[in-house]
Antibody, heavy 122, light 108 residues
Framework: EVQLVQSGAEVRKPGDCLKI?????????????IGWVRQMPGKGLEWMGI????????RYNPSFQGQVVISVDKSITTAYLQWGSLKATDAATYYC???????????????WGQGTLVTVSS | EIVMTQSPATLSVSPGERATLSCRAS??????LAWYQQKPGQAPRLLIH???TRATGVPDRFSGSGSGTEFTLTISSLQSEDSALYYC??????????FGGGTKVEIK
């Protein structure tokens, strides 16, 4: 069974750094892109970026480029999303999700983590 | 960036009735369109990819259609458990992958 398990809720102050994680199991980790999606309170889904664990090829939404860093540790089948300096507007739930592109055909985000709630408040 | 627009924002449908959700792309995305369902407090779930292919385990009352710029998600006979937010997403031209703003389906 494919599973993506995310790290727990975080409370930080503006200006703090933060790294959240997404640990995958039940499939070949290096063969699927892992993406990150933001959902601000009461709002819709926003795609932030995506990483291919085999070679760490990373693509960012221009709206998030320079604001976050996406990385991966293949040895522990874990992807990360990190901020160098949080803003109050970064408060949201963040989801990781597996992008299904088997046999060279894209099929969408077919498995999702449970979400990590990030609270940013002074 | 391809902009995805969903309508209506909210849809109220009686149990057993048909629900029809629309998604429009600002330029052609061919058949590269997915639909997701999100229930309160839960992560999204993939329903449809390739405009019309149901994901594994999705009931056949959910169907997708369309190509180019106009797409439809139909729930043929609405069940109480179908009350949720529904999002479309294009993957024709990425980055960025883009989602629509969502349609909330309520049970009347």
């Amino acid at each position: 069974e494919v599973q993506l398990v995310q790290s727990g809720a975080e409370v930080r102050k503006p200006g703090d750094c933060l790294k959240i994680s997404c640990t995958a199991s039940g499939y070949s980790f290096t063969n699927y892109w892992i993406g990150w999606v933001r959902q601000m309170p009461g709002k819709g889904l926003e795609w932030m970026g995506i990483i291919y664990p085999r070679d760490s090829d990373t693509r960012y939404n221009p709206s998030f480029q320079g604001q976050v860093v996406i990385s991966v540790d293949k040895s522990i089948t874990t992807a990360y999303l990190q901020w160098g300096s949080l803003k109050a507007t970064d408060a949201a739930t963040y989801y990781c999700a597996r992008w299904d592109s088997g046999a060279g055909k894209d099929r969408g985000f077919d498995s999702w983590g449970q979400g990590t709630l990030v609270t940013v408040s002074s | 960036e391809i902009v995805m627009t969903q309508s209506p924002a909210t849809l109220s449908v009686s149990p057993g009735e048909r629900a029809t959700l629309s998604c429009r792309a600002s330029q052609s995305v061919s058949f590269k369109l997915a639909w997701y369902q999100q229930k309160p407090g839960q992560a999204p779930r993939l329903l449809i990819h390739g405009s019309s292919t149901r994901a594994t385990g999705v009931p056949d009352r959910f169907s997708g259609s369309g190509s180019g710029t106009e797409f439809t998600l139909t729930i043929s006979s609405l069940q109480s458990e179908d009350s949720a937010l529904y999002y479309c997403q294009q993957y024709m031209n990425w980055p960025p992958l883009t989602f629509g703003g969502g349609t909330k389906v309520e049970i009347k």
